[in-house]
């Protein structure tokens, strides 16, 4: 127990005392999660709300594959960008294995889906609401989508944090592609799951409470907005 | 409109209905729940196709171009979850219209100038059926259709509204409209299309309709609407 006390007060030293190592892995963390999140919003959302508004043959497979996507374990897209930019792979020229660029690679390949997803769903509902009006006042397609998304911008915001909040939480597929390199690739989740191997719990608990702080706030700005703003469809009185 | 059916997954919804409407006048569709009175003001404002038959205006197909210059209220009207004004001001940004003074003089007319700040959301039912005559009537309408506009509304926001289609038929709009409120059927109609299961069983002036019904459904309706309103004065 006395063991465990000193390892929790040795952590919380580190997080306060503002440890460079911590900070250089969790300003790394944000770096690769921000930035795979801002790809897969400017992918994802497009893509959503074109397949939310389009009528086309195969739309519900594309929303079976977005749907089946959501839940693909990282370690599998991992693997998947690992073959496709390993040397001997058809994007090896790239250079980019070990590098934090593979790690935002693999983890807009893990959020875009949640995001399309989501995106898709959040349009639908609205355009199911809003049709007839805009049917009847004709308003032009391209105004349409505009309005649309301003009209769900919580939950899409929402939809983006839940992707901030996967890809923050994802050790799989970044630990593959990235390898864990000390000052390099070395995140957050990867360097949590190292520093226990090694028995140094310090470092792993310091990085996991800094962790557990950004989930929550994630998780509170999530439900913030989601209280101060009326729900997509409950509109109708 | 003229030998209109629309079937929808192969029951047939409208059946072989034609009529003509003229303009300046009230024309005002009734009969029991689901006899098809609001899918005719559909049919007619384009936003279904006919599955037969065709529909004209002046005698040419309904397109976009026509369909601005038409505006449909519904019964639970839809608003974007932003200000009085702003839901306003995007109707009349569709239009080329938007000059504050316009959205204002808009809003004074149905009585929410003061409201112009508040989220539409936190409009009670009333208000926010006024604010949706208000979007109507910012597109400068020819033909203002209302879909059960005024059901289930405070007697003051059916009083306003009932006022303000008054309004717009003297200024030279057509009115359609569907309507369960048998006296306020009688305050605004001019004529009467009844519809029946899907079909136009009885078209006549409001008056002769009223006090000499031609068609057994249209007895019968009238009856039991007179009965239950006795009923519930009783």
Redesign the interface.
């Known amino acids: 127990m006395t063991d465990l006390s000193d390892v929790f007060f040795l952590a919380i030293s580190l997080v306060l005392s503002g440890n460079n190592d911590l900070l250089e892995i969790v300003a790394l963390s944000l770096r690769v999660s921000l930035t795979a999140v801002g790809c897969a919003v400017l992918v994802g959302m497009p893509l959503g709300a074109a397949v939310g508004l389009g009528r086309f043959p195969g739309k519900n497979i594309i929303v079976l594959f977005f749907n089946a996507m959501m839940g693909i374990p990282p370690v599998v897209v991992g693997l998947f960008v690992y073959m496709m930019v390993s040397k001997s792979g058809p994007l090896g020229w790239l250079d980019i294995l070990y590098t934090p660029t593979a790690m935002i690679t693999a983890q807009f390949i893990l959020i875009t889906p949640i995001i399309a997803s989501l995106t898709r769903q959040v349009i639908e509902d609205l355009h199911q609401?809003?049709a007839?009006?805009f049917?009847?006042?004709?308003?032009p397609r391209h105004?349409a989508i505009l309005?649309l998304l301003r009209?769900g911008r919580t939950s899409l915001l929402t939809t983006a944090m839940a992707g901030l909040g996967r890809a923050m939480a994802e050790v799989g597929a970044v630990i593959i592609v990235g390898g864990n390199i000390n000052h390099l690739t070395r995140v957050m989740t990867t360097a949590i799951a190292l520093e226990t191997s090694k028995g140094d719990l310090a470092l792993a608990l310091a990085l996991g409470i800094v962790l557990l702080a950004m989930s929550l706030i994630i998780n509170s700005a999530v439900m913030g907005l989601r209280n101060r703003?009326?729900s997509v469809i409950g509109?109708?009185? | 409109m003229k030998d209109v059916c629309l079937d929808v997954e192969g029951k047939r919804l409208i059946d072989r209905v034609s009529l003509t409407l003229f303009p300046e006048t009230i024309s005002l569709f009734m009969g029991p729940s689901g006899a098809g009175k609001s899918l005719l003001l559909r049919l007619l404002?384009g936003?279904l196709s006919p599955s037969r038959g065709s529909i004209t205006w002046a005698g040419r197909v309904l397109d976009?171009r026509m369909?601005?210059r038409?505006?449909?209220v519904?019964q639970?009207?839809?608003?974007?979850?932003r200000s009085v004004l702003a839901n306003l001001t995007?109707?009349l940004r569709?239009v080329d219209n938007n000059h504050p003074h316009v959205a204002m003089e808009l809003l004074e007319r149905v009585a929410l100038r003061q409201h112009a700040r508040q989220p539409a959301?936190e409009l009670s039912?009333g208000e926010?059926q006024r604010l949706a005559i208000a979007k109507a009537l910012a597109?400068q309408p020819e033909v203002l259709f209302l879909d059960e506009a005024m059901s289930h509304l405070d007697p003051p926001s059916v009083t306003l509204i009932e006022e303000l289609i008054l309004q717009q038929q003297r200024q030279g709009i057509k009115v359609i409209m569907v309507s369960h409120d048998l006296g306020q059927i009688q305050r605004l109609a001019d004529e009467i299309f009844f519809v029946h299961q899907g079909q136009l069983v009885e078209h006549a002036v409001a008056q002769t309709f009223f006090a000499n019904p031609q068609s057994f459904p249209a007895q019968l309706f009238l009856q039991s609407q007179s009965w239950s309103k006795t009923f519930y004065q009783e």
């Open positions: 609401h809003h007839q009006q049917r009847s006042l004709c308003v105004v309005e009209e703003a009326p509109t109708v009185s | 404002h936003l976009d369909r601005k038409q505006a449909m519904f639970n009207p839809v608003m974007l979850n995007f109707v569709l959301m039912g926010r597109v």
